[in-house]
Each structure stands twice: as C-alpha cells, then as structure tokens.
C-alpha cells in the first residue's frame, strides 16, 4: 500500500528544531530517513530527528566513532567502555499511571563524506519529544554547552514520562567526539 507513519512525538520534536533549520539561510528538505542515500552525505548537511530505530543508513555512521552502542533492542544503549546501561522502561509503564524513564542521544559529527550530521534521537517516544525543545532553545547545560562549541559531540538525557508525556529532563553526560 506505500504507506508511511510519523510517529507523533517526532513531529513535536521537528516542530520546535524546524525554524532554527529555516533560520540557517540554506535549503532545506524533509525527506524520511529510509529515502538518504550515501551519496548525499558528500553534498548535504543531515539533521536527524527521529528513533533510534529508525536512523536506516545514519545508525551505522553515528555510532561507528561514537563512546556507545545500541544493544540487543533499540531500547538500550550502552557505553562501550564501561557497559553501563541505559534502558527505556516507557514500553512496560507506558499504560499504567507510573512513571518510566526515556533516553534521548543528541550528536553532532562529520560523515565520512564531508557532511556535518546532526543526531536527535531517542529509546522511545517520550525521550524525543522531552529533547526536541531542549535542542531548539540553545539553552544547554554547562558541559553540554562546552563540548557543543568542538568539533563533534555526544550527549544522553534522561527524560521522565509518564502516560506519554515527557515531565522532566536531566543530562546524564556529554563527550566529545570525533
């Protein structure tokens, strides 16, 4: 049938990141993750919105260079040095009154093509509707805002939700990275 979904919160999150794309002077086109070609990556920036699930050919390419790695499920990231683990519970909590915990990555690097990639990404969809204003706003924390001015970073917030909405954030951590 050719059908394509968006899921909600990814338009929350496009919806606050969106006018700083504009704002920037260059075109810019909105295309699914599944339509990037390696090719663009030698003639156009990428900014990612999305899940983890979905980064198609940009999951390989952020996460070669990049101190974690995804684990057994796309609800899992883990830090390739130390094993530490951050684990969405959003999809065991989600339906119940409880409060859950969501995890939202946010990187920016050069692809091996030239192009500057730009990663908000998240476990589940509370994590990235929590993180796409936090981005947009330029307000970022204290180490955050440091290694945001190098080169390439890294960064994991923490969001807490519950019933689909993202109640708080916190930074877990931020690195440089190549």
Known sequence: MGLNYLPFQTAYALQSIAPLLQGSGKEVR???A??????QLNSHDVVYVGLLS???LLEEITFANSSVRIGDSYDDLIDKESGERWMSDEARRLASPAFY??????ARFSAPGGAMVTVVASE????????????ASGELDGSLRDHAGGEGFEALY???GQ???DL???LIWSRERD
């Open 101 to 106: 915990r969501d995890y939202a990555y946010v």
């Open 168 to 170: 708080s954030n916190r």
């Open 34 to 39: 599944s339509e990037l070609t390696s090719n």
């Open 124 to 135: 589940r969809v509370t994590g990235l509707r929590g993180v796409g204003p936090i981005v």
């Open 54 to 56: 979905a980064m198609g």
């Open 158 to 160: 923490q969001v807490t």
């Open 163 to 165: 019933q689909g909405a």
């Open 30 to 32: 909105i295309i699914a």
